[in-house]
């Protein structure tokens, strides 16, 4: 019903950047609300962006505001995570994600730190040194 693959992730120095990259497939209609969060070992999952209906609105962790970017492209079907001055505390495995597609979800609860995620990829890595 939904694909969703990542890509992008790697190895950066401290300051540097990279871009995530999502290409998602949906069988029926897309999702009003897509994101990324990201996961360290021992550490909770965190969502570090949203995007609302195809850019109609975005959240970003406080982690993350002023650094990473989220955006969408319909058209390519893609969803883009650009993650400049990276940090070496941003190292994480990064999930591209999406609210199921029958769902229709309110504005308010996609930008904010718990979207109802139920689909995600396989994961990217991001590793940062300092």
């Known amino acids: 019903q939904v694909q969703l693959v990542e890509s992008g992730g790697g190895s950066v120095q401290a300051g540097g950047s990279l871009r995530l990259s999502c290409a998602y497939i949906y069988s029926t209609y897309s999702s009003d609300c897509m994101g990324w969060f990201r996961q360290a070992p021992g550490k909770e999952r965190e969502v570090v962006a949203a995007i609302y209906t195809g850019g109609a609105g975005t959240y970003y962790a406080d982690s993350v505001k002023g650094r990473f970017t989220i955006s969408q492209d319909n058209a390519k079907k893609t969803l883009y995570l650009q993650m400049n001055s990276l940090k070496p505390e941003d190292t994480a495995m990064y999930y591209c994600?999406?609210?199921?597609?029958?769902?229709?979800?309110?504005?308010?609860?996609?930008?904010?730190?718990?979207?109802?995620?139920?689909?995600w990829g396989q994961g990217t890595q991001v590793t940062v040194s300092s």
């Open positions: 994600a999406a609210v199921p597609p029958h769902i229709v979800l309110p504005r308010t609860l996609c930008l904010g730190p718990s979207p109802d995620f139920r689909y």
